[in-house]
């Protein structure tokens, strides 16, 4: 069974113990090296990572407790666009629309094969039978 994930921008705060500057570094390495992560800032003073991305938060959350110790997601937000630029890929969308409706598509003809049985046929059997050299050498 596969299994897709499916993930948006977001983003996250996570509380993480950090005791010195060292420990910093550490966990601004280990969200950064996550898949899908855009920017990571921390606050040590805080003891906040603020990471943006797409990318998941629980799997980052347990690298951080394997490496550093305690850590807690805070919140997880996601990222929504501006409203001006939705309204303008509207207008575009409705124009391209207009132009579709005006073109009518031609009808076309298309041939495909198909297989009902799902898989290939075999290969064909080959055959070998030992065959002694010195018998036919002497004889």
């Known amino acids: 069974m596969n299994v897709f994930w499916v993930f948006w921008q977001q983003k996250a705060v996570i509380s993480v113990t950090m005791r010195d500057e060292k420990a910093r570094i550490k966990a601004h390495m280990i969200a950064v090296r996550q898949s899908g992560v855009v920017s990571a800032s921390v606050e040590q003073e805080k003891g906040l990572i603020e990471v943006v991305g797409e990318f998941d938060v629980v799997v980052l959350t347990i690298e951080l407790r394997k490496k550093l110790g305690h850590a807690d ?61 010195y018998e036919y050498a002497a004889g």
């Open 73 to 133: 997601i805070l919140t997880v937000a996601d990222i929504v666009e501006k409203k001006e630029e939705k309204k303008e890929e509207k207008k575009e969308e409705k124009k391209k629309e207009k132009k579709k409706e005006d073109e009518q598509p031609k009808p076309q003809s298309m041939m495909v094969t198909y297989d009902p049985s799902g898989f290939r046929p075999p290969p064909p059997y080959y055959y070998a039978y030992p065959v002694d050299h």
